[in-house]
T-cell receptor
Framework: AQSVTQPDIHITVSEGASLELRCNYS??????LFWYVQSPGQGLQLLLK??????LVQGIKGFEAEFKRSQSSFNLRKPSVHWSDAAEYFC?????????????FGTGTQLKVEL | EAGVTQSPTHLIKTRGQQVTLRCSPI?????VYWYQQALGLGLQFLLW???????NRGNFPPRFSGRQFPNYSSELNVNALELEDSALYLC??????????????FGPGTRLTVL
């Protein structure tokens, strides 16, 4: 079945430490890939996206993500986390065909930053 | 450039009532999407409108309906409200330009509470 998996429900990091949030997908063909962030009670903000080309994608707020076709993964990284990065992070996909343009989201990873 | 706007921010209804949520897309965007984010259920796709037509529908009962107006704004209507309809309703929009067609930008959401 087609799915998006974020294995980590909660992650806690210290401010200044590096961060990696995992995302795996299961689709026949590589879908379009996205990372969104949601602060409490807010909407979703697009961090970055991957359609094709360079497998290392730069986004806003110092985030980057690496697409690895062999592992069906699209992990989000940040070299040094700031306290303001505490939020919930969602990986999402739009299939190339048959998806009807809808975003399918992972279950999210809640990031806590310790000062 | 103004982002996606939604109204109202919050509302409280009782079971059996009807509610209308409103969304204005980013200027120049022709597609509008609706998602439900209910506690414990994650982000689920509701509806997609493009150029005034319903293009895709998620797995929701017919009491969830909507429309898109000539100015590309959209309404989501929910009839016969049930307690489990309590959720954050998110609207997103996307451009018709090929380079950005599959990227959805979200509004701040409308928090619906059903008592």
């Amino acid at each position: 079945a087609q799915s998006v998996t974020q294995p980590d429900i909660h992650i806690t990091v210290s401010e200044g430490a590096s961060l990696e949030l995992r995302c795996n997908y299961s689709y026949g063909a590589t879908p379009y890939l996205f990372w969104y962030v949601q602060s409490p009670g807010q909407g979703l903000q697009l961090l970055l996206k991957y359609f094709s080309g360079d497998t290392l994608v730069q986004g806003i707020k110092g985030f980057e993500a690496e697409f690895k076709r062999s592992q069906s993964s699209f992990n989000l990284r940040k070299p040094s986390v700031h306290w303001s990065d505490a939020a919930e992070y969602f990986c999402a996909v739009v299939p190339l065909t048959g998806g009807g343009n809808k975003l399918t989201f992972g279950t999210g990873t809640q990031l806590k930053v310790e000062l | 450039e103004a982002g996606v706007t939604q109204s109202p921010t919050h509302l409280i209804k009782t079971r059996g009532q009807q509610v209308t949520l409103r969304c204005s897309p980013i200027s120049g965007h022709t597609s509008v999407y609706w998602y439900q984010q209910a506690l414990g259920l994650g982000l689920q796709f509701l509806l997609w409108y493009d150029e005034g037509e319903e293009r895709n529908r998620g797995n929701f009962p017919p009491r969830f309906s909507g429309r898109q107006f000539p100015n590309y704004s959209s309404e989501l209507n929910v009839n016969a409200l049930e307690l489990e309809d309590s959720a954050l309703y998110l609207c997103a929009s996307s451009s018709s330009r090929d380079s950005d067609r599959d990227t959805q930008y979200f509004g701040p959401g409308t928090r619906l509470t059903v008592l």
